[in-house]
T-cell receptor, first 111, second 114 residues
Framework: TQLLEQSPQFLSIQEGENLTVYCNSSSVFSSLQWYRQEPGEGPVLLVTVVTGGEVKKLKRLTFQFGDARKDSSLHITAAQPGDTGLYLCAGTPSNTGKLIFGQGTTLQVKP | SAVISQKPSRDICQRGTSLTIQCQVDSQVTMMFWYRQQPGQSLTLIATANQGSEATYESGFVIDKFPISRPNLTFSTLTVSNMSPEDSSIYLC???????????FGEGSWLTVV
């Protein structure tokens, strides 16, 4: 059983389109994080959300943490080829101290 | 922020042999973790490396196969024992900065077992 369900797992879109990636769980998380990973490299942290209902923006990326701290979303506006990569949500279930990852979303943005 | 260095970055190993991966952090950190990642897939937590005591393993991972050491607050090793082709993967070390909110990753060690 996957603790964090991430969807979609694959996404291929044209440059300029918008997209949203979802990360859902039945468990409550102390915090949720989003990472981006490029081939041959380790994951790089994009954002951490810790408060239910929190919204954070990073240029064209908007991250939201659900009110109940069980889900999160990543929205990319006007995607560019440079956004291509593997996007991973990860969360720390309450009182565990461990970081658990979703299945990942492979995004391809075609010029 | 913490900078994490892993060695080796890449290796090709013979079936039945063992390989030890080293992870060095440039500052003292409270928590260190080891993950496995199949190419193109997500990360699976192997274990939490505890300083001065035995590592805490996740379901499906055992100490005999993946012995881990953490002699101090900046260094840890993961050994992949008696390797088979199924162990071909990327192994990543990570460390928490103590705030509980930020975890940094090394660039990974790419192992191919032939």
């Amino acid at each position: 059983t996957q603790l964090l369900e991430q969807s979609p797992q694959f996404l291929s879109i044209q440059e300029g389109e918008n997209l949203t990636v979802y990360c859902n769980s039945s468990s409550v998380f102390s915090s949720l994080q989003w990472y981006r990973q490029e081939p041959g490299e380790g994951p790089v942290l994009l954002v951490t959300v810790v408060t239910g209902g929190e919204v954070k923006k990073l240029k064209r990326l908007t991250f939201q943490f659900g009110d109940a701290r069980k889900d999160s979303s990543l929205h990319i506006t006007a995607a560019q080829p440079g956004d291509t990569g593997l996007y991973l949500c990860a969360g720390t279930p309450s009182n565990t101290g461990k970081l658990i990852f979703g299945q990942g979303t492979t995004l391809q943005v075609k010029p | 922020s913490a900078v994490i260095s892993q060695k080796p970055s890449r290796d090709i190993c013979q079936r039945g042999t063992s390989l030890t991966i080293q992870c060095q952090v440039d500052s003292q950190v409270t928590m260190m973790f080891w993950y496995r990642q199949q190419p193109g897939q997500s990360l699976t937590l192997i274990a939490t490396a505890n300083q001065g005591s035995e590592a805490t393993y996740e379901s499906g991972f055992v100490i005999d196969k993946f012995p881990i050491s953490r002699p101090n607050l900046t260094f840890s090793t993961l050994t992949v024992s008696n390797m088979s082709p199924e162990d071909s993967s990327i192994y990543l070390c990570s460390a928490e900065d103590g705030s509980g909110n930020t975890i940094y990753f090394g660039e990974g060690s790419w192992l191919t077992v032939v």
